[in-house]
């Protein structure tokens, strides 16, 4: 087992270990759920989920089809909570993914790794709008690495990110549209971003020697929104189908028109109670990683455990 890894499963076992007892959660668009409820307005549903994708393949010396003997290991965890107490709401976020794949000939590969949390606090004004209070982390566990077309050793690869480089932490107030349960559209004036970048070497590898948009030499970059927008959807779209999206719209007072946009998106759909197929999509553009806009994907089958 890697070392990145290893580090994944301890983070992911000491954030468990915080938590409370976890049921599994409450859809209230079902009327048959919302039924369940014993206070009307008081409110509490809460999910935990834990995943392995383990991807294989291997061809004979004289497969003549041609190809590479490789393997894939992928893990996620995420954890929900929330909860409402009267025009009170406390919604807690937490999301991870670690991935590698190894193909032989080469050294283990990174081929996704996110750390998601986000953390909010709501007062409701009316049937479907609210005032809220906000913190959201993102980051990633591990090294990532560009590299070259060449053999694969330590002389053909370059470091372009790891732990806490880069890492965002957004603090936002403003106010909240949730017309149903699985959706709402938070607005936030005025919000505040630190780009964190603590490996002070880092910029060599990064387009344009940009660094993230952290000041060469700094770790930290702080920035004031002109508007901050996020879109949240997370709903059963068909019997055993979950769609999730996050859409993220960070625009500076400074630079006003160079507008940062993020969509992350995963579809679910369960073979029975412990098999999954996942399709997940990341679409960034943000000129302080990449003049071009970026896209990631990827499809896999394997474990998923619900509690």
């Known amino acids: ?19 409370p007892g976890f049921a599994q959660t409450v859809d209230l668009s079902n009327s048959l759920n919302a039924g369940k409820l014993k206070t009307p307005g008081d409110t509490a549903w809460k999910k935990i989920e834990f995943g392995i994708n383990l991807n294989q393949g291997s061809f004979s010396s004289n497969w003549t089809g041609g190809g590479v003997n490789s393997v894939a290991l992928g893990l996620f965890f995420n954890a929900l909570n929330e909860k409402i107490v009267g025009k009170n709401a406390w919604r807690n976020d937490f999301q991870s993914q670690y991935g590698i794949v190894r193909n032989k000939g080469q050294q283990s590969r990174k081929n996704v790794d996110r750390i998601f949390f986000d953390t909010k606090y709501n007062r409701s004004i009316g049937a479907t709008w609210s005032l809220f209070a906000n913190l959201n982390f993102l980051s990633q566990f591990g090294d990532g690495y560009n590299y070259s077309a060449a053999p694969d050793s330590t002389d053909v690869k370059r470091k372009v990110s ?17 017309p149903a349960p699985y959706f709402f559209i938070d607005f936030a004036p005025g919000a505040l971003r630190q780009t964190i970048v603590l490996d002070k070497n880092l910029y060599v590898n990064t387009p344009n020697q940009n660094n993230y948009g952290v000041p060469i030499g700094k770790r930290v970059r702080t920035e004031a929104a002109l508007i901050q927008i996020v879109a949240n959807f997370d709903k059963d779209i068909a019997k055993d189908v979950n769609l999730k999206f996050r859409y993220l719209m960070f625009a500076s007072f400074k630079h006003p028109g160079n507008i940062d946009n993020r969509l992350d998106a995963m579809l679910t759909a369960k073979i029975n109670k412990y098999v999954n197929v996942n399709l997940g999509a990341i679409m960034v553009y943000d000129d302080d990683q990449s003049d071009k806009v970026q896209f990631a994907q990827a499809l896999s089958i394997g474990f998923l455990y619900s509690f």
Do not use: D, H, N, W
């Not at 087992?1 to 938590?19: D, Q």
């Not at 965002?168 to 949730?178: M, N």
């Open 1 to 19: 087992m890697s070392g990145k890894l290893r580090r994944y499963l301890l983070i992911i076992t000491l954030f468990t270990l915080t938590l």
């Open 162 to 178: 790891g732990i806490f480089s880069p890492a965002y932490v957004t603090e936002a107030i403003g106010i909240e549209y949730r």
